[in-house]
């Protein structure tokens, strides 16, 4: 079965740092280009980073500087570091890809940014 996973989310004070975590079974993640999208209450969901099977990456101007995507091949995962968290982050985040022509989601995981 193929499948996305996110882990590591939660309630954090702004300022705050939390890493999430992608975990794929039955697709090798560095073969694709991953995504970390976001969706914000009553917002739609926005990409915010991604990275090339090559490595190369890209972020979102709204966390450029503050989030790290990178990749894990030996543990086929991915992750997204977080840092100066700020209450507008708050959202669930979702890992993606597109596979077999489709678009493969995570369940997402929750980060509230909250004092």
């Known amino acids: 079965q193929v499948q996305l996973v996110e882990s590591g989310g939660g309630l954090v004070q702004p300022g705050g740092s939390l890493r999430l975590s992608c975990t794929a079974s039955g697709i090798t993640l560095s073969a694709y280009t991953m995504h970390w999208y976001r969706q914000g209450p009553e917002q739609g969901r926005e990409l915010i980073a991604n990275?090339?099977?090559?490595?190369?990456?890209n972020y979102a101007d709204s966390v450029k500087g503050r989030f790290t995507i990178s990749r894990d091949d030996a543990k086929n995962a991915m992750y997204l570091q977080m840092n100066n968290l700020e209450a507008e982050d708050t959202a669930v985040y979702f890992c993606?890809?597109?596979?077999?022509?489709?678009?493969?989601w995570g369940q997402g995981a929750q980060v509230t940014v909250s004092s």
């Open positions: 993606n890809t597109v596979y077999k022509f489709k678009d493969l």
């Open positions: 990275i090339f099977s090559d490595g190369h990456t």
